[in-house]
């Protein structure tokens, strides 16, 4: 178990540009979840998957947004056209089941300059 | 979805007990209590959870009121790697997405 890992840790990026995270989760674990969290705030939820399959999106995530996770292993989560209130940390939990427990990566921090 | 109410911050002693306070008034009967924490500059971390009855694990205590309204965690001894943000959000047993509801939090400091 080497827990969940995102890459990169850090993006700094112009407005308007675009940018892709990724997370790879324990393997074996079938849910994988994306979250958002800006500074004194606690996370919130985006979107998540079981397996291959995208199951909910919050409202949270705009048309900019766009998430993958193919042959249900990693994720990406893509932001087209970025903009200054995407500012943000972008945590990625898995699970085995639905009502285990969440691990979560240690996120990577987006800045846009 | 239900809604749980914490304390913004408290302060404890190194290797002393806390209780970190969290209700709970709307619960439902299906609701399961979760308790995360989250340490500076990383993701957050599994603490415990429960439903009706008070669990015990290695890292801590959860003890759940009678109507299930509040419930409480302890750390039996406090060191200062639990300074965190400790974070108390309902699951609603019923929902299949497994979706982590997380408000502000406790902001736990320990002092040597």
């Known amino acids: 178990d080497t827990g969940v890992s995102q890459d990169p840790r850090h993006k700094i990026t112009k407005r308007g540009q675009n940018v892709t995270f990724r997370c790879d989760p324990i393997?074996?674990?079938?849910?994988l979840y994306w979250y958002r969290q800006t500074l004194g705030q606690g996370p919130e939820f985006l979107t998540y998957?079981?397996?291959?399959?995208?199951?909910?999106k919050s409202r949270l995530l705009s048309d900019r947004f766009s998430a993958e996770r193919p042959k249900g292993s990693f994720s990406t989560l893509e932001i087209q056209r970025t903009e200054q209130g995407d500012s943000a940390m972008y945590l990625c939990?898995?699970?085995?089941?639905?009502?285990?427990?969440?691990?979560f990566g240690d996120g990577t921090r987006l800045s846009i300059l | 979805d239900a809604k749980t109410t914490q304390p913004n911050s408290m302060e404890s002693n190194e290797e002393e007990p806390v209780h970190l306070p969290c209700n709970h008034s709307?619960?439902?009967?299906?609701?399961?209590i979760h308790w995360y924490r989250q340490l500076p500059s990383q993701g957050p971390e599994y603490v415990i959870h429960g439903l009706t009855s008070n669990v015990n694990n290695r890292m801590a205590s959860l003890a759940i009121a009678e109507d299930r309204k509040s419930s409480t965690l302890i750390l039996h001894r406090a060191t200062l790697r639990d300074a965190a943000v400790y974070y108390c959000?309902?699951?609603?047993?019923?929902?299949?997405?497994?979706?982590?509801?997380f408000g502000q939090g406790t902001t736990l400091q320990v002092k040597p």
């Open positions: 393997s074996e674990h079938n849910r």
């Open positions: 959000i309902l699951r609603q047993g019923s929902s299949n997405t497994g979706k982590l509801i």
């Open positions: 939990a898995s699970s085995l089941l639905s009502g285990q427990p969440q691990h």
């Open positions: 998957f079981q397996n291959e399959a995208q199951l909910e």
């Open positions: 709307t619960i439902s009967g299906t609701d399961y």
